[in-house]
């Protein structure tokens, strides 16, 4: 029988080979770990841009409301300038009335009192010392007169004309304010949606895009609504899968406002631009009472507005990167709904 060979322990070229493997792979290990990118937080992504968008929209609505106050004081400011330029007009033809009657008299050598004075540049107290003095025949007088009130008048008016075009301006420089709001709350949702890979990016957005095909091939309605109504809902169905544009009111974009706005003139109705305002532009009814066609309102603060279809559903332009689309009811907050 053999005698065992008891082992020696490792050499010490073993030993740096096992730690040298040892070392490396802890480094390889550590390498990928400082190198892995964390899986984003989806979730919170999603409520982020979703509170941006909401932010956006509110801004949005504020804006169309200033829009629509600007359009308003252009036409005033416009029109001020118009009857400006004709009172400016019919006082000149005044003057120079005043003026023939001067050169007559001086053409005859003479130079009436009451014909100079006319054309003094304090008329009102011309009047004063004519009517003490009783020197200014009774036509000049009335002329006189009638320059005085139109020279009033056009004071008057421009003076109408300065203060619009001051808040036609204060307008403008306030839209553009609110137009930067706008931009820059979308600017921080475009940075949030730029850091995801593009499958991120759609699952943040929330398309579903089966259904959003769906629906858009239904391209009419079919409905229990009849008349006004159900013109609307035709209207609305045709618009499933636009985009939304904030501030815009068709025909190839909309904001919530501005297809509600356009789903109710195609009923013949004329709605206000804003959805705070179209609020106020119908009947309230009740939730439990609820029919196609009526708008729906979310938000304490009104700014948000869409089409009611039945079921729960509503047709609404959601909010920047999003298209019109259908949805529950309980997508929002729920406030209200209005039968115009």
Known sequence: MGTRRKPGPPSRARIAIVTTAAAGSALIASAGGA?????????????????????????????????????????????????????QEKASGLRERLSAVAA???????????????????????????AAQDIAASSQRDLLRLMQSQQRRLDQQRAEA?????????????????????????????????????ADRAAVDGQDASRASRDSARATYDGPATGRAAAVLQFAYAQLG?????????????????????????????????SQDQWN????????????????????????????????????????????EITPIEYMPYVGAVRP
């Open 281 to 324: 532009a119908g009947r309230h009814v009740a939730r439990s009472d609820l029919q196609p066609g009526d708008l729906v309102f979310f938000y304490s603060d009104l700014h948000h507005v869409g089409i009611y279809i039945g079921g729960g559903r509503m047709i609404h332009a959601p909010r920047t990167g999003k298209n019109i």
């Open 162 to 198: 300065t203060a619009t075009l001051a808040e036609l301006d204060r307008a403008d420089r306030a839209l553009a304010e609110q137009k930067r709001a706008v931009q820059s709350k979308l600017a921080e949702s475009t940075a949030l949606l730029s850091r995801l890979s593009a």
């Open 35 to 87: 190198h892995a990118e964390p899986k984003p937080d989806l979730a919170g992504v999603k409520a982020q841009v979703d509170e941006l968008g909401e932010q956006a929209e509110a801004a949005t609505e504020t804006y169309n409301r200033l829009k629509e106050a600007q359009q308003r004081l252009r036409t005033t400011a416009a029109q001020a300038q118009d009857q400006v330029a004709a009172a």
């Open 242 to 274: 636009k985009p939304y544009e904030w501030g815009a009111t068709g025909p190839g974009t909309f904001d919530c406002s501005g297809l509600t706005g356009a789903a109710w003139r195609a009923g013949g109705v004329s709605l206000p631009r804003v």
């Open 104 to 130: 007559d008299e001086y053409r005859g050598g003479t130079v009436d009192p009451t014909v100079a004075l006319m054309l003094s540049a304090d008329p009102e107290d011309y009047l004063t010392r004519a």
